[in-house]
């Protein structure tokens, strides 16, 4: 098993441009997540899923877009790259409720 | 809501000494607490778990305490290695703006072990 993929590993981009992160996993997980992670802050949850076309707001959610049309896919898209958005990006998936299992992380710097 | 509180920021600690790294919730319904480890540039990995039926459990050289009395959690590490330096994290299920099930993380203790 693969377990939870991310890419890019890293990422640059201009002030207003638009991207999406993507993750992926491998082991049928019904519950999905984003965090972002900055100096100091600890993880921060962006958004979450329950299971494919199930999606909902986390602590950070503002800039951000996400959309579950498979169980194995949780993509992130960034609507209008800001600076404030420079973090580094996980995805997590498992039992909803209990032990999650990080992917590798993206490194996001926008400029 | 749910808030995860972070005793110390950094715990510098000898080689071969145990380490102790605490955490303090704030939901007294809170009922599973995790611990992370992140190494520089990596995802977090899970360490050990607990939930509030339990006080202690234990794991390979890890071993996690709970206090639901006064809300505090530690994680404590046996003879600490060079390979345990990394920032730990305890999570706690609760209400942190992803539903029931979302998991409010402390910010984290970075452990430095000293030869």
């Known amino acids: 098993n693969a377990g939870v993929t991310q890419t890019p590993k890293f990422q640059v981009l201009k002030t207003g441009q638009s991207m999406t992160l993507q993750c992926a996993q491998d082991?049928?997980?019904?519950?999905m997540s984003w965090y972002r992670q900055d100096p100091g802050m600890g993880l921060r949850l962006i958004h979450y899923s329950v299971g494919a076309g199930i999606t909902d707001q986390g602590e950070v959610p503002n800039g951000y877009n996400v959309s579950r049309s498979t169980t194995e896919d949780f993509p992130l898209r960034l609507l209008s790259a800001a600076p404030s958005q420079t973090s580094v990006y996980f995805c997590a998936s498992g039992t909803a409720g209990y032990e999650q299992y990080f992917g590798p992380g993206t490194r996001l710097t926008v400029t | 809501g749910e808030s995860v509180g972070l005793h110390l920021p950094t715990l510098s600690v000898q080689e071969g000494d145990n380490s102790i790294i605490n955490c303090a919730y704030s939901?007294?319904?809170?009922?599973?607490f995790i611990w992370y480890k992140q190494e520089s540039g990596k995802g977090p990995q899970f360490i050990i778990d607990i939930r509030s039926n339990m006080d202690k459990r234990q794991g390979q050289r890890v071993t996690v305490l709970l206090n639901k009395t006064v809300k505090h959690l530690s994680l404590q590490i046996a003879a600490t290695q060079p390979g345990d330096s990394a920032v730990y994290f305890c999570?706690?299920?609760?209400?942190?703006?992803?539903?029931?099930?979302?998991?409010?993380f402390g910010k984290g203790t970075h452990l430095i072990i000293q030869p």
């Open positions: 082991m049928n997980h019904e519950y």
């Open positions: 999570a706690v299920k609760g209400y942190s703006g992803g539903g029931a099930d979302g998991l409010t």
């Open positions: 939901n007294s319904a809170s009922d599973y």
